[in-house]
C-alpha cells in the first residue's frame, strides 16, 4: 500500500510506530534506513541510491551522518498496514545533539551494533540517552555477513553493558538484506503506539527545522494532540508569533503534500518564516484560539569548541558573513560572533559542538557556497578569577588579560569513556597522561577489551587528541566525552611575534609545564611554514615579556651587484648598503604572508 493524501486519515494513533536508529559511527545506520525504505516500497528501484537519507555532499565524501534525516513508510504487518516514520540519527560524539532532539519524537530506538567491532564509546551514550528519555530499545546486531563477525562475543557485551537477553536481539545485514522483515516485526510488535489525546486541541512538538531557498523554514513536527490542517493558524509558544500555515506533509521520502496531520504522525509544515531563529527547536505549537501548557523544551546546544573562521581575501568578507547566515539557518548549534583581527581583517568567532563539527562546518562553507576561508586554532571557554573579585568567561585566547591581572585560571573538563583492544592499553594510558588526564577507572569488557574512563582538560582534547588516539589504536578505539564542569589549572597564555609583532590569531593558551617545548616546536614549524620574504622573519615565542623560543627565516637576496664588473669597490658596497636600508624600511612597514598550513601547525602539534 502506498501513502496518499487521502488514505493519512486512516492511520490512528495505534497503528503508527515513531522511532528512531541509534549506534556508533560506520555501524550500518544509514544502510538499515535505505534496507527499510526499499522494502517497504517507498524508494522505487529508479530512485534507489545507497544513503539516501545522507543528502549533504560531506556526508557522501566521508561517508559519515551530520543530520539527522526523517522519512516515512507504510509496512503490512499480519493484514494490517502500520505507519512508520523513521530518524537516522549521526553516530559521531560532536553531533549528540542530533541525536538527543530526534529520541524526543520517538517512542523507541534500534540499537545498531556491528558484529565484527562490538559496543563502541558512542554506542554506550546513545544507549544512556535513548535509555534516559524512556524508550523502548530493540538491539540489533548488523553485518552478521562479515567474515570476522563474532555475534556471540558482540551477544555477551550486549548482556554485560546493557542486560539484553539473548531473546532480544535481532541478527541483520542491512547490506545483504538480512533481517530486515524481522526488524520491522519488532518495530511493530515491541515498540509502543504514541501516547495522544486525538479529542484535545492541538499540541505538537517543533524537533528540528532548516532552511530552503525557496520555500523559507521547513519545520519538523510530532503531534502528541488534537491535528493540523493546511490554513489553521498558529502560535509558536517560545516566540509568541502567528502563523498561518502555507503547506503541510509527510516526507515520503522526499517532502509530500497532505492536506492535515494528526495524532501521532510525525510530518512536516512550512508557514512562510524567513529565519529559523523564529523556529526555536524544542518550541510547542498549538491553535491561536486554544492555548495550551507548553513541552519543557530542549536544554540548548553549548559551543564546547571556538574558532575563527576568516576570508583569504578581505574583500570576500560580505559574502562569508551571508554564507555563515545561510548555513547556521540548517545548523543552530553553531554560534557565530562578529571579530576584527589585526593579522586577518574581518571575520567571525564561531563555536562548534566538537572538532569534527567545526571540521564539518568548514567544508560545507566551501563546498556548497564556495568560500575560501581560514580557520584559526581552536580554543576552548575558560573562566578567569581577577585580583579584583570579578569572575568573566573567555574563549578567544588573545582576550587573555596580563598575568598579575588574574588571580585563579579555571578550564573546562570533560569524562572521556574509550574502548579499546587491550594491545593498545599501554600506549592509551601513555597519551592520556600526556595530556594531564587523570584515570577514574578502568574495567574489562571481554578478555580482549577494555573500557578506560578519564578525566581530561577540553583544552588538551579540542587539537588533536581524536587523531592521536586512533593512530596510536591503528583506528581500533573509540571516544565518547561529556562536558563535567572546571576545575583549576596552572595555565598561561602564549604569544606568537612575527618581526615583534603578536599575530593573535596564532595565540594559544598552553599549561606552564608544557610552554617551553610547545613554543619550541611551534617556532621551529612555523618557520618551515611560512614562505621566505623579500626582508628577514624573526619567529618568536613568549610568556608575557619572556622569550622562549626564537626562528629567523633568512630574506630572499637578490644580487644587486650583479651588473657591477670590475671598477671601484665604493660603487658596490654604496649598492649594498642601499639594498640594507630597503630591506629594513620593508622590515618595518611590510606584512608577513601567513598560509594556512601556519593555522594547521597550531592545530595539529606532533
Not at 557565530?336 to 568567532?349: D, I, M, T, Y
Not at 593498545?424 to 595530556?435: D, M, R, S, T
Not at 565518547?480 to 599575530?503: R, T, W
Request: with cysteine; net charge neutral; aromatic share 8%.
Amino acid at each position: 500500500m502506498k501513502l496518499t493524501k487521502e488514505n493519512l486519515a486512516t492511520f490512528t494513533p495505534d497503528r503508527v510506530r515513531n522511532f528512531s536508529v541509534i549506534a556508533h559511527i560506520d555501524h550500518g545506520k544509514s544502510t538499515l534506513s535505505d534496507r527499510l525504505l526499499e522494502v517497504t516500497g517507498t524508494l522505487s528501484t529508479r530512485q534507489k541510491n545507497e544513503q539516501f537519507l545522507d543528502k549533504l555532499q560531506v556526508e557522501r565524501e566521508r561517508g559519515i551522518t551530520v543530520k539527522a534525516q526523517t522519512a516515512s513508510m507504510v509496512y503490512e504487518y499480519q493484514g494490517k498496514e502500520y505507519l512508520l516514520n523513521l530518524i537516522d540519527t549521526p553516530g559521531h560524539v560532536d553531533f549528540s545533539y542530533e541525536v538527543s532532539r530526534s529520541l524526543y519524537a520517538c517512542q523507541g530506538a534500534l540499537l545498531l551494533v556491528d558484529a565484527a567491532q562490538g559496543v563502541q564509546a558512542q554506542t554506550m551514550a546513545n544507549f544512556y540517552l535513548a535509555f534516559a528519555q524512556d524508550l523502548t530499545i530493540v538491539p540489533i546486531i548488523n553485518k552478521i555477513d562479515m567474515a570476522n563477525a563474532n555475534i556471540e562475543k558482540v551477544a555477551r557485551e550486549l548482556d554485560t553493558l546493557f542486560d539484553f537477553q539473548q531473546t532480544d536481539l535481532v541478527l541483520a545485514s542491512a547490506k545483504t538484506g538480512i533481517g530486515i522483515s524481522e526488524i520491522l516485526a519488532a518495530i511493530i510488535t515491541r515498540i509502543p503506539a504514541p501516547v495522544t489525546e486525538p479529542e484535545s486541541p492541538l499540541k505538537c512538538l517543533l524537533f528540528d527545522s532548516w532552511f530552503d531557498e525557496y520555500r523559507g523554514v521547513i519545520c519538523l513536527i510530532a503531534l502528541y494532540a488534537g491535528s493540523l490542517k493546511k490554513g489553521d493558524n498558529v502560535i509558536f509558544a517560545q516566540t509568541e508569533l502567528k502563523y498561518e500555515i502555507l503547506e503541510i506533509g509527510v516526507m515520503y521520502p522526499n517532502p509530500m503534500a497532505t492536506d492535515a496531520l494528526y495524532s501521532g504522525q510525525v510530518g512536516y509544515i512550512i508557514t512562510g518564516m524567513k529565519t529559523v531563529k523564529e523556529a526555536r527547536v524544542g518550541d510547542t505549537i498549538y491553535h491561536a484560539k486554544a492555548p495550551v501548557t507548553p513541552f519543557p523544551g530542549f536544554k540548548p546546544a553549548k559551543p564546547m569548541v571556538f574558532a575563527g573562521i576568516y576570508p583569504v581575501d578581505n574583500t570576500d568578507f560580505e559574502l562569508l558573513r551571508d554564507s555563515i547566515e545561510k548555513l547556521t539557518l540548517n545548523d543552530a548549534s553553531v554560534s557565530v560572533e562578529k571579530k576584527s583581527s589585526p593579522a586577518l581583517g574581518l571575520g567571525f568567532r564561531c563555536g562548534f559542538l566538537g572538532l569534527l563539527h567545526m571540521d564539518v562546518f568548514k567544508q560545507r562553507l566551501e563546498q556548497e557556497y564556495n568560500m575560501s576561508v581560514i580557520i584559526t586554532a581552536p580554543s576552548v571557554r575558560y573562566q578567569l578569577k581577577l585580583t579584583n573579585r570579578t569572575t568573566v568567561e573567555i574563549e578567544n585566547p588573545s582576550d587573555f588579560p596580563e598575568r598579575n591581572y588574574i588571580e585563579e585560571v579555571l578550564e573546562p573538563m570533560i569524562n572521556a569513556t574509550i574502548i579499546t583492544p587491550s594491545k593498545y592499553l599501554g600506549a592509551i594510558i601513555e597519551l592520556c597522561q600526556k595530556k594531564r588526564g587523570a584515570q577514574k577507572d578502568m574495567s574489562y569488557l571481554d578478555e580482549d577489551r577494555v573500557i578506560m574512563k578519564y578525566k581530561l582538560p577540553l583544552n588538551e582534547v579540542a587539537t588533536d587528541f581524536y587523531d592521536q588516539l586512533k593512530s596510536v589504536s591503528s583506528g581500533y578505539a573509540s571516544f565518547d566525552y561529556e562536558e563535567c564542569g572546571y576545575e583549576s589549572a596552572d595555565l598561561i597564555k602564549m604569544d606568537i611575534l612575527l618581526n615583534g609583532k603578536p599575530v593573535d590569531a596564532l595565540t594559544v593558551i598552553v599549561h606552564k609545564d608544557s610552554a617551553y617545548n610547545i613554543g619550541r616546536y611551534l617556532a621551529e614549524k612555523l618557520r618551515s611554514v611560512i614562505p621566505r620574504q623579500m626582508f628577514e622573519v624573526i619567529i618568536q615565542a613568549a610568556l608575557g615579556t619572556n622569550i622562549i623560543a626564537r626562528e629567523r627565516i633568512s630574506a630572499l637576496r637578490k644580487n644587486v651587484i650583479a651588473k657591477c664588473y670590475g671598477g671601484d669597490i665604493s660603487r658596490k658596497r654604496k649598492l649594498l648598503e642601499k639594498q640594507k636600508e630597503g630591506k629594513k624600511r620593508m622590515k618595518q612597514v611590510g606584512n608577513v604572508e601567513i598560509p594556512q598550513e601556519a593555522f594547521l601547525t597550531v592545530l595539529k602539534r606532533d
